[in-house]
């Protein structure tokens, strides 16, 4: 999914002041007013997407792992698939407007909007929308002010995930990669994005009451202060910076590294290749992920996108799609379709587990409560998150 890193940048530049507070005035950005499609029509013979790798499978990585063609084949919509390797280079290449879609990612998705590169959806012309899990719809990280800018695909938990032989008592708190002594020490893995910050964040919200987090994606200066600090404490004791997970894969199955982040997928794929992995979701919650398919603003093809999103939505296509790449479907019709035990080991429709993540969002200015806007914006997280790595 989100594998090797960095937009140009010019775009990224771009992308972050355009969901950022005003410089000038110092009032947060607010996002287009711009008009949802209202009819699906004729196909119009291409579909140009920017996918996270596994999103748009052809049968060219598996014969037998292929919804791309039949799509085709039902709708005349031939699909060209961009791989991006992180949400910043996924907002790089919408911003290229050369994309009628995108499967971003949460700490994608506003910045996206912001800047007026996708368009509102209408959830009338989306056939599955209903269907989707009630708490993926009109979430922070996918609409605006109650209106729907994408389509729901899939979510999952950044896990902790660990050796049992290095580690064989189950941790029950993230202390176990931030604590400068613990058994992990030097053998620590971490995500390799300012997202991570928010990782920090969510461990002293539960450690460190006094800063009074409430949300790890809206910090003020004093909070994000206290994430970069300690992250800067934990520097020393990582490992591997992660963005393709199939390294990571390889550095837990080569015990480089004894315990980190990573998704369900990364476990699996460990696991299957011999490694003794295990993941849980420690006390304090875990950072998480949801994905959407979103429009372009200047689509080329905006029907076959309408199409697309119709037929990645649909139950039996969602089963295949969150078997292959390891994820909660966002359509639980699809379990009817999925492997035995597939949907609960994802958790699957389960509001509990969902609500004990804090799901990727770009952080802005406005803290969205009555501090106004006081909070770090994404820019900022960029700039200190390549001092954090060095």
């Not at 910043?88 to 994309?99: I, T």
């Not at 700490?107 to 368009?119: E, Q």
């Not at 479907?329 to 080991?345: I, L, M, R, T, V």
Request: include cysteine.
């Amino acid at each position: 999914m989100r594998l090797t890193r960095l937009a140009t940048a010019a775009a990224l530049v771009f992308a972050l002041g355009a969901c950022g507070a005003d410089s000038s005035s110092g009032k947060e950005a607010a996002a287009p007013k711009l008009a949802a499609q209202q009819e699906v029509g004729a196909s119009e013979g291409n579909l140009n997407l920017v996918i996270w790798a596994g999103y748009a499978e052809n049968g060219s990585t598996d014969k037998k792992v292929d919804w791309v063609h039949p799509f085709e084949r039902k709708t005349g919509c031939r699909v060209n698939a961009k791989v991006a390797d992180t949400s910043d280079s996924m907002v790089a290449l919408m911003n290229s407007g050369q994309y009628d879609g995108v499967s971003a990612s949460g700490d994608a998705s506003l910045r996206l909007i912001y800047s007026g590169t996708v368009a509102p959806v209408n959830t009338n012309l989306l056939r599955n929308y209903n269907d989707v899990a009630p708490y993926l719809r009109n979430q922070p990280y996918n609409s605006v002010k109650g209106q729907m800018y994408g389509m729901p695909h899939g979510y999952g938990a950044n896990y902790l995930t660990y050796r049992t032989d290095k580690i064989p008592q189950k941790p029950t708190s993230w202390s176990i990669v931030w604590d400068p002594k613990s058994p992990a020490a030097d053998h620590v893995v971490a995500y390799d994005s300012p997202t991570y910050i928010a990782d920090a964040a969510l461990y002293l919200k539960a450690h460190r009451p006094d800063l009074k987090i409430t949300d790890v994606y809206e910090l003020t200066q004093e909070q994000f202060d206290a994430a970069v600090a300690l992250l800067k404490q934990q520097r020393p004791n990582v490992n591997q910076y992660w963005s393709n997970y199939l390294d990571e894969v390889q550095s837990f199955k080569a015990a480089d590294n004894y315990a980190g982040t990573a998704w369900q997928v990364t476990a699996q794929l460990a696991k299957a290749e011999g490694a003794p992995i295990a993941t849980t979701i420690p006390e304090e919650g875990a950072t998480g992920w949801s994905d959407t398919w979103m429009i372009a603003t200047r689509a080329e093809h905006p029907n076959c996108m309408y199409k697309w999103m119709n037929w990645i939505s649909a139950p039996k296509i969602q089963a295949a799609v969150a078997q292959w790449f390891g994820e909660a479907p966002a359509n639980p019709k699809a379990c009817q379709y999925a492997a035995k035990g597939f949907c609960s080991e994802f958790h699957s429709g389960d509001v509990d587990f969902y609500r004990r993540l804090a799901f990727w969002k770009t952080p802005v200015a406005d803290c969205g409560d009555s501090r106004g806007a006081v909070c770090v914006d994404y820019s900022k997280w960029t700039e200190l998150w390549s001092q954090i790595k060095g």
